[in-house]
């Protein structure tokens, strides 16, 4: 039996909005990410903050917090050593959203990624069979 993909309501026409703060030649500021008028909610499983624009635990971070924010699902992967919780097809795109969509982004200006984009790109992924259970996920 497969798992049946959803997506929160409510977000139609949104998008996600980066930035970098404070960018000079040879310094990066730090990159923030907003969806609406809210800051993009990380869950702080990599520990070093979303980025993007390379293939990295930065943007592995912000691929999994894009698509916690995009699909609507139930939080039962334990992350972090078990001190927060993801969606299980959150987790299990994560790392393909990353390398298809956020280490493709430009490090150096301003992106915006369309709900609409996210949604279609999850409806071309497979998803993956039920698995009955929580599951644990420390990579």
Known sequence: MKTQLKFKPNLFGEA???????????????LSVTLGQADLVVPGHHGSGIECGYFGSGPAELALAMLMAVIDEPLTVEICRGTQKCGRLAWYFHQSFK?????????????????????????????????????????
């Not at 996600?16 to 730090?30: D, N, Q, V, W």
């Not at 301003?110 to 259970?133: C, F, H, N, R, V």
């Open 99 to 139: 390398s298809d969509i956020i280490a493709r982004q430009p490090r150096n200006s301003m992106w915006l990624l369309s709900i609409a984009d996210i949604e279609w790109w999850l409806t071309q992924q497979t998803l993956p069979d039920d698995e009955p259970g929580d599951e644990v996920a420390d990579e």
């Open 16 to 30: 996600f909005i980066a930035r970098r703060s404070g960018y000079l030649p040879g310094l990066e500021g730090e």
